[in-house]
């Protein structure tokens, strides 16, 4: 099992980033997909959730900037990230999510906003 995250990098704020996530060793269709992120200095925040069924729950400081989709036939999550703000600076992880438990978990991917 393995997630790989991709897309971080450095943006100015008002900016925009798309982050993936490439799972393979099961199917992403079986599972809750969510990015969670670690802000420098600060404890993991939740920022957004797909359900296998398609429904979407964002943390509420991205709700309008950020859209997370997932296409199951290429096993991807994506997380575009429009209108990036400072506070949005931190390590992404793409991780499944089950019954509320993030299981399984990628490397994450760095995001700076300046």
């Known amino acids: 099992v393995q997630l790989v995250e991709s897309g971080g990098g450095s943006a100015k704020a008002g900016g925009s980033l798309r982050l993936s996530c490439v799972a393979s060793?099961?199917?992403?269709?079986?599972?809750?997909m969510s990015w969670v992120r670690r802000p420098p200095g600060k404890d993991l925040e939740y920022v957004a959730t797909?359900?296998?069924?398609?429904?979407?729950h964002y943390r509420e400081s991205v709700e309008g900037r950020f859209t997370i989709s997932r296409d199951n036939a290429k096993n991807t999550v994506v997380l575009q990230m429009n209108s990036l703000r400072s506070e949005d600076t931190a390590l992404y992880y793409c991780?499944?999510?089950?019954?509320?438990?993030?299981?399984?978990w990628g490397q994450g991917t760095q995001v700076t906003v300046s």
């Open positions: 797909i359900n296998t069924d398609g429904r979407t």
């Open positions: 991780a499944t999510r089950d019954g509320g438990a993030y299981n399984y």
């Open positions: 060793g099961f199917a992403i269709s079986e599972h809750g």
